[in-house]
């Protein structure tokens, strides 16, 4: 499917889960999109598998450049760490919020949906995370379920790296029907 011309922001940090953020970015890339790497500073990420250092990934833009309005949607990797400290950054927050409002598609997986549930734009929303987080989600006021995808309005949401192919698939036809 082509998606070609569509700005999707990545926002993650340091301790992202390496596969959550640079398989969705590849296939997201193929299908013609624009992908742009978001972080809540300047220069390098980086990245784990599990608790295993792996990769720096470089930063294309900082929080207090970005700008939700020049994005066409939004993918949210997990990690545990890395959605720790994305939950509480204010100016993560304000994007998701934003990037809600506006109901522009929202990609998000494993811990991710943290960030969703501090931003405030979880209650009542259906989707899925890895399974350590479910008890956040709905006492946040989400229907939580255990599949590989769900996809609620403008949300697409995953469990783990296990999901990433249906992940992908789901995504790209979101962001391509959007």
């Not at 956040?136 to 309005?153: F, S």
Request: aromatic share 4%.
């Amino acid at each position: 499917m082509d998606i070609a011309g569509k700005r999707v922001a990545i926002i993650a940090t340091d301790l992202f889960e390496e596969s959550e953020l640079i398989k969705p970015k590849e296939a997201l890339d193929q299908a013609g999109a624009k992908t742009v790497v978001i972080a809540p500073h300047a220069g390098q990420i980086q990245a784990v598998r599990h608790e295993v250092k792996t990769i720096m990934l470089p930063v294309d833009q900082t929080l207090s450049e970005a700008r939700p309005e020049d994005f066409d949607a939004v993918l949210l990797p997990g990690g545990a760490l890395n959605a720790d400290e994305l939950r509480v950054n204010r100016q993560a927050q304000e994007f998701i919020r934003a990037m809600d409002d506006a109901n522009k598609p929202i990609a998000v997986i494993c811990h991710g949906p943290w960030l969703l549930a501090s931003a405030g734009v979880i209650q009542g929303r259906h989707l899925t995370s890895y399974h350590t987080i479910a008890d956040d989600l709905i006492n946040a006021g989400a229907e939580w379920t255990d599949e590989e995808v769900v996809t609620d309005g403008n949300w697409v949401s995953s469990r783990q790296p296990d999901d990433i192919p249906a992940f992908n698939d789901a995504v790209i036809s979101h962001i391509a029907a959007a």
